[in-house]
């Protein structure tokens, strides 16, 4: 079946620093999500793309369609506490019509 | 507006036991999911509920997983008889329509530890 890798597994920052973390697979998607996740609570949605080659950002996030549709990235900018938990992409085959596959999930932790 | 209602929170059975979890969706989306997260993956579907007919349901351990959704809006998943490696958090989630299935809103998820 499909399956997303997603890197790092973990990490560890200080506070103010950029993150870049990525997501890869071995089949092509056509639309690619990131959430996040923090203790005790459900995913929540951060970003959807759905043009290879996108970028789309939200506040201090920033993610992109790769443009062989199967990759994607995220980078978050200027790092804060409330940033952490652990951040999931998600890839879907056809738009509205196919289950999303998640990833295993890059877990940040921040250094005050 | 109220999010996605999932209760209990947390659940202890021993093996071989039943278990039973409920969800309410958002108001008015039709399309309610299950997912199992297994400790330190990410969710995999269970199964998928357009309104009260079952979209998806593939990857749902059929032997001892059922869930139903009767009226089209809550749901109920049950697990007779339970496994040591079902012990996980199961999420429901919603999304408000068909055609953008990709955006889910997730409830708190009930965290099932079977001993």
């Known amino acids: 079946g499909q399956q997303l890798n997603q890197s790092p597994q973990s990490m560890f920052i200080q506070e103010g620093e950029d993150v870049s973390m990525n997501c890869t697979s071995s089949?092509?998607?056509?639309?690619w999500l990131w959430y996040k996740q923090e203790p005790g609570e459900g995913p929540v949605l951060l970003i959807a793309?759905?043009?290879?080659?996108e970028l789309t950002s939200n506040g201090r996030l920033t993610a992109q369609f790769g443009i062989t549709r199967k990759d994607s990235f995220l980078n978050i900018s200027a790092s804060i506490p409330s940033d952490v938990g652990i951040y999931f992409c998600?890839?879907?085959?056809?738009?509205?019509?196919?289950?999303?596959?998640f990833g295993q999930g890059t877990r940040l932790t921040i250094n005050p | 507006e109220a999010g996605v209602a999932q209760s209990p929170r947390y659940k202890i059975i021993e093996k071989r036991q039943s278990v039973a979890f409920w969800c309410n969706p958002i108001?008015?989306?039709?399309?309610l999911y299950w997912y199992q997260q297994i400790l330190g993956q990410g969710p995999k579907l269970l199964i998928q509920?357009?309104?009260?007919?079952?979209?998806?349901d593939s990857q749902l351990p059929k032997d001892r997983f059922s869930a139903e959704r009767l009226k089209g809006v809550d749901s109920t998943l049950k697990i007779q008889p339970a496994k040591l490696e079902d012990s996980a958090v199961y999420l429901c989630?919603?999304?408000?329509?068909?055609?953008?299935?990709?955006?889910?809103?997730f409830g708190s998820g009930t965290q099932l530890s079977v001993l």
């Open positions: 989630a919603s999304s408000p329509l068909p055609e953008h299935n990709e955006k889910l809103f």
């Open positions: 089949s092509i998607f056509n639309t």
């Open positions: 793309l759905y043009k290879a080659g």
């Open positions: 998600a890839g879907q085959g056809i738009q509205g019509a196919q289950k999303l596959v």
């Open positions: 108001s008015g989306h039709a399309t």
């Open positions: 509920f357009q309104n009260n007919g079952v979209v998806d």
